[in-house]
């Protein structure tokens, strides 16, 4: 059957445009010699399939294309009408199985080209009716495989957890046995730590000569740092940020948490603004972070080097008796 001749040249083109532009590269390399007679310069197989779907729009009535679209047209319908028949024998109704079919077919787009080529007459109640069983069909299949795959989903989640259950229960199991282990190390330790303990406050307190007055106060919102300089890629110099000064005078190691943005307190990187810049330098700044006035879901960091306080470690070397012996206990590496 001639199809091409019941159809617009509008919907030739779109005929065209379902059949695709490497189903006609593929007619013209079959039909080289009257290819060349209607596209003089071109070689079939070097076209692009926007090439040849071009060509075949403006040469759809050139026989051979027309008999290559008509037979791909008559296979399609054939092929409908089957997968009908059959749902209509599984119990479908004739318009349910028509629209199942269509949704499934590469006329899904264009319903109307379809009842065209079909010779099908449906009036625009009908017309509408159908596409609106596609639109329900569709939105049936989309739910059944949201809830498909969520059913998997839970069935895996179920597994993992399931899973993570029996490491964790193994990993209490022994922790239980390491705590008992530790509560044990604990009890012999703190005997010796009491009496050590003592001692140590005692010599590390001759040493501190730090004025309250320079620790930071518990209202205030200048955060002070023990940093080490470094040099970003552009070898300027940026501030590490390893502990910080407690209003009562002891540093606590920071730890940036990953669970919040890099910015405000949860920062390990700080901008450099003064002091002294040699790349591994450590020493104490102050600094604050205020909300920035073009995003202010990030900071504006003003840093300034704080010359009142010196981060010191304090050793006592029991072991060292004199000058000459310290200097023999640090040439051997003691550990102390």
């Excluded at 069909?137 to 059944?144: A, D, G, T, V």
């Excluded at 330098?281 to 840093?303: E, L, M």
Aim: glycine share 4%; with cysteine; charged share 30%.
């Amino acid at each position: 059957m001639n199809y091409i001749s019941l159809l617009t040249q509008e919907e030739k083109a779109d005929l065209c445009k379902i059949i695709d532009g490497r189903y006609f590269k593929n007619i013209f390399r079959s039909h080289e010699p009257e290819f060349t007679r209607i596209q003089g310069g071109f070689r079939a197989k070097s076209l692009s399939k926007e090439q040849a779907l071009s060509i075949a729009i403006n040469n759809i009535d050139e026989s051979f294309i027309a008999m290559e679209v008509n037979k791909r047209v008559d296979n399609w319908l054939k092929e409908i009408q089957e997968k009908i028949e059959k749902l209509e024998g599984e119990g479908s109704t004739h318009d349910t199985a028509l629209a199942a079919t269509l949704l499934d077919s590469v006329f899904a787009n264009n319903v109307d080209l379809y009842l065209k080529l079909a010779g099908k007459a449906l009036d625009m109640d009908a017309r509408s009716e159908l596409k609106k069983a596609m639109a329900y069909i569709e939105e049936k299949h989309h739910l059944l495989d949201i809830i498909e795959t969520t059913d998997q989903s839970v069935h895996t989640i179920k597994l993992e957890y399931e899973h993570k259950i029996q490491e964790l229960e193994q990993e209490r199991n022994a922790l239980r046995s390491k705590l008992a282990e530790a509560n044990e190390k604990i009890t012999e330790l703190q005997v010796v730590s009491s009496a050590v303990q003592s001692d140590n406050t005692v010599a590390l307190a001759q040493f501190d000569d730090t004025a309250a007055s320079v620790f930071p106060s518990v209202s205030s919102d200048e955060i002070v740092s023990l940093c080490s300089v470094f040099l970003d890629y552009n070898g300027n110099s940026r501030l590490i940020r390893y502990a910080d000064l407690n209003y009562d005078g002891r540093f606590h190691i920071f730890r940036k948490s990953k669970d919040s943005p890099p910015y405000f307190n949860n920062r390990d990187k700080l901008y450099y603004k003064d002091g002294p810049s040699n790349e591994g330098f450590y020493g104490i700044w102050t600094w604050t972070a205020t909300p920035s006035a073009k995003v202010p879901s990030r900071d504006h960091i003003d840093s300034q080097y704080n010359t009142d306080l010196d981060a010191i470690e304090v050793i006592v070397i029991a072991k060292a008796t004199n000058l000459d012996n310290l200097i023999n206990l640090l040439k051997n590496e003691t550990k102390y």
